[in-house]
């Protein structure tokens, strides 16, 4: 009986290593189909006119907190998007540093009473001020409430239509607005639409903008671009075709702002703010009736700095583990409901069984596996079909991820530079990936728990806000 029983456990593991790497690869194809249909699209039409004169104007909303060493630059670079109409808000969430200072000496800000919509609730505003530089510069100074608190004041004080909300540490190309919006005068239906975040260590930045992109001496960073560009390229954009994209980044997005109100704002009692949003507009509307898309684009139109330090990505990777285990929990009955669509019953059980409980089941599984087959329980061969679902299957994943970059967008145009990063493809399945996955079972652990939450500070280099 035990014996049968440690055979199906093997077999459970192999399979379930096999589905899940299967799965991704069928996203990857889906992925593939989008992203050449996307770029033949942009071949016939060309390259951006510089406006087409219908863009709606945009609210570009900035949380920050103690960002007294990035925040000069990044909204020196906010004002010079390629955008008809736009306006900045800096949400100042109770800094503890001179991030304040900094913005009213450098923009040359004045206190400017203004009542404020109370469409979401958010903490207490104690001033606003507006730039005497800049007409379309404001800033709203309130007390701490976190990040997604922040968005919600923001909300309430932007003018237009349209809300990006970027981090403050966001390096965007100049045509980010221009191409981000390109969805919704596609499709009067589109709610949301997000591009692809790209690692900017390494990489030359002036005034704000990347100049050019490059690889950073740490091989964690180097092993986060691999990352990426497999989330991004073919996590995300497999499932735009399917209007079930779950997850737009709070690096950068682009939100109707009447839709976002009518679902109440950012919760401020999950650390995965970003998603739950998303996942609250899918359910809204699928219950409501109301036409709706969400899009996301393949164009890598944000960079932002990536943890490199052990310490400062696991506390990272546990709390994005975390904010999907509470916006899935939370809307489960998108997954049982029969107007869930794509969304409910195809991204939501995908995101619950591989993104949810799959570090557990994968953490189990390697145990399992090596504590068998150091005690005689598991053969050589079952061992063997382990590694190559489980770590053979991970590296051609990796590897795609690649190859859709090469075949697509170039970022990375010397050669030693792919072939770095295709080493990496390579390597960061023997141990890295695993390491993440411990990572993500203690985010899980802490949504289990109940852990309290907070804004999540990852220590920077500064080196954008000096430049």
């Given at each position: ?338 107007r869930g669509g794509t969304p409910g019953w195809l991204a939501w059980p995908f995101m619950a069984l591989f993104e949810w ?111």
């Open positions: 009986m035990t014996a049968d029983w440690l055979w199906w456990l093997q077999v459970a593991f192999i399979l379930y290593f096999l589905l899940l790497n299967g799965m991704y690869l069928l996203l990857n194809v889906l992925s593939m189909a989008s992203l050449m249909s996307y770029i033949r699209q942009r071949a016939e039409t060309g390259e951006l006119a510089p406006y087409l004169g219908v863009e709606p104007p945009v609210s570009v909303l900035m949380p920050a907190f103690n960002e007294e060493a990035t925040i000069r630059t990044s909204v020196r670079s906010m004002l010079q998007l390629q955008y008809p109409e736009f306006e900045i808000v800096v949400i100042n969430d109770g800094s503890k540093d001179n991030t304040l200072a900094v913005l009213i000496e450098e923009f040359d800000l004045v206190p400017h009473p203004e009542p404020l919509r109370q469409a979401v609730a958010h903490q207490p505003v104690t001033a606003i001020y507006r730039s005497r530089r800049y007409a379309n510069l404001r800033v709203v100074d309130k007390a701490n409430g976190g990040k997604a608190d922040a968005l919600n004041a923001g909300i309430n004080a932007a003018r237009h239509g349209l809300y990006c909300g970027v981090d403050a540490d966001s390096i965007l190309q100049r045509d980010s607005l221009l191409r981000v919006v390109q969805p919704f005068l596609e499709d009067e239906r589109t709610i949301a639409a997000g591009g692809t975040v790209r690692i900017a260590n390494g990489s030359q930045v002036r005034g704000g903008f990347l100049i050019q992109a490059g690889l950073p001496r740490s091989w964690l960073a180097r092993f986060q671009i691999v990352e990426y560009l497999r989330a991004f390229l073919f996590g995300r954009l497999g499932w735009s075709p399917l209007n079930a994209v779950l997850i737009i980044s709070g690096a950068f997005g682009l939100f109707d702002r009447e839709r976002v109100m009518a679902v109440g704002g950012y919760r401020t009692d999950t650390v995965g703010e970003d998603m739950e949003l998303v996942v609250r507009l899918h359910r809204y509307h699928r219950e409501k009736r109301i036409p709706y898309r969400i899009r996301y684009l393949p164009d890598p139109i944000c960079w932002t700095e990536c943890p490199e330090d052990l310490g400062t990505l696991g506390r990272q990777r546990s709390r994005w583990q975390r904010g999907l285990a509470e916006s899935l929990g939370r809307h489960a009955r998108l997954a049982f409901s029969l409980i799959g570090p557990l089941i994968e953490l189990a599984g390697y145990a399992f596996m090596f504590a068998g087959f150091a005690f005689g329980a598991v053969s050589y061969a079952a061992l063997a079909a382990f590694l190559l679902v489980a770590i053979g299957m991970g590296i051609l994943l990796s590897v795609n991820g690649l190859l859709l970059e090469t075949m697509s967008f170039r970022v990375y145009s010397r050669r030693r530079d792919m072939l770095q990063l295709f080493l990496m493809a390579v390597l960061e399945n023997f141990g890295y990936r695993q390491l993440n996955t411990v990572w993500r079972c203690r985010g899980l652990w802490q949504w289990f728990s109940r852990r309290k939450h907070h804004w999540g500070a990852m220590r920077r280099s500064g080196q954008w806000g000096q430049s």
